[in-house]
């Protein structure tokens, strides 16, 4: 069996605002066939994580929130710094995502003494002794939640080994902070239903081609030319185009 060498011509594109998922944290990956249920040819996901009540630690003349069952910080620089959970679902490529739901519990609400310590200003590789400047961005002066929303998802294509896959990824945000009324509202559960439809059959096999590009569908002209060069050479090439793996 040939192992297949693929290639991931990246660009913008959306798919109910879609991002690649690539993830920079530690991440939890369900498998798709785990705790599933069909209704035709819809199946589902359904998982609770529980959070516990946010601890606020001292850190000089702000704070720092903690939540157990986070494994990420939202860092936007000048924003505030606030726990969240990155829970990752491995799909077959071919896979459609009908939706995402996430319902939480009754949020409560926590006042603090001191504002929430902003990301940091990144620093330059050349100054990487010069202490982080620490600025407070423009939510510090509004009273809209940050983050404005309690739950977000996004959708990308990857590599699992040799595999291609397609990686769902939600974000889980158990607390939202209003600067302006230094008040944080939070939540300690929340329930995450993912509703999707398998591929009838593989979209992709490894072993019939030696190179594979996936790219967006408005790059393809463009790249053509190179895949008819590499399959005149001898090397069994295709290309797939995201509107392909994902319709």
Known sequence: MKKILSLLVIASFLLSGAVLA?????????????????????????????FSEPS?????????????NSNNVLKNE??????????????????????????HSEPKEMELTKKIAPAPVATA??????PAKVIEGKIYNSNEPYPQAWDKWNVGVGLDGYKHVIYLSVQLYPSQYNAGENKLSYVTDMDVKI????PSK????NDV???????PAQFSDALQPL??????HGISTMLVTLDEIYN
């Open 209 to 215: 081609y030696d190179l594979l590009f996936v790219t």
């Open 56 to 68: 606020v630690v001292e850190n000089g003349k702000y704070v720092i929130i903690k939540t157990d």
């Open 125 to 130: 590789t050349n100054m990487q002794n010069s």
């Open 202 to 205: 593989p979209l992709l096999t």
């Open 78 to 103: 000048e924003n505030p710094m606030i726990p969240y959970r990155v829970e990752t679902v491995e799909f077959p490529i071919g896979t459609k995502i009908v939706s995402v739901e996430v319902q």
């Open 22 to 50: 690539s993830i920079n944290t530690p991440k939890t990956v369900t498998p798709a066939i785990e705790d599933t249920t069909s209704t035709a040819e819809i199946k589902t996901i359904e998982k609770t994580i529980h």
């Open 195 to 198: 509703k999707y439809t398998p």
């Open 227 to 232: 895949v008819d060069h590499k399959n005149s």
